[in-house]
């Protein structure tokens, strides 16, 4: 679970500009542990939120501004959060920010 982690933070101050804002929240719904990871970076479009869990997708805009990674890095997470019986999803908008929620069973 740490590389689910790394990754998601490691996108976070990617795609946030300079003195931007990352929160990171932990709460528990019932039998399931709640993670949310926010920025209030530059967002990723309808279309793209479609794609990015496909392995070697970067939207046009993450192309443009670094050409750091691969492009996989979400892929791997949602692998590994599926193996652990958990799920992923994302809500953004284009130039406010986005958020990753990752629902996983406690038990
Ligand atoms: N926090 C984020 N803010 C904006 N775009 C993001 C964010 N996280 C992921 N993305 C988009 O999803 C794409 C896929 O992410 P990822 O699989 O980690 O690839 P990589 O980081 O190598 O580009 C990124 O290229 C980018 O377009
Ligand atoms: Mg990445």
Aim: hydrophobic fraction near 35%; proline fraction near 1%.
């Amino acid at each position: 679970m740490s590389h689910v982690w790394t990754n998601l933070i490691h996108n976070s101050i990617k795609f946030t500009r300079h003195r931007g804002k990352i929160t990171i929240r932990l709460q528990q719904i019932d039998d399931l542990a709640s993670i949310t990871i926010s920025d209030n970076g530059i967002g990723i479009s309808e279309t793209d939120q479609f794609h990015i869990f496909e392995r070697f997708y970067k939207a046009d805009l993450a192309r443009e501004r670094t050409k750091s990674g691969s492009g996989l890095g979400l892929s791997i997470v949602k692998k590994i959060i599926e193996m652990h019986e958990g799920t992923i999803s994302v809500k953004s908008e284009l130039d406010k920010g986005t958020t990753f929620t990752i629902l996983l069973p406690i038990s």
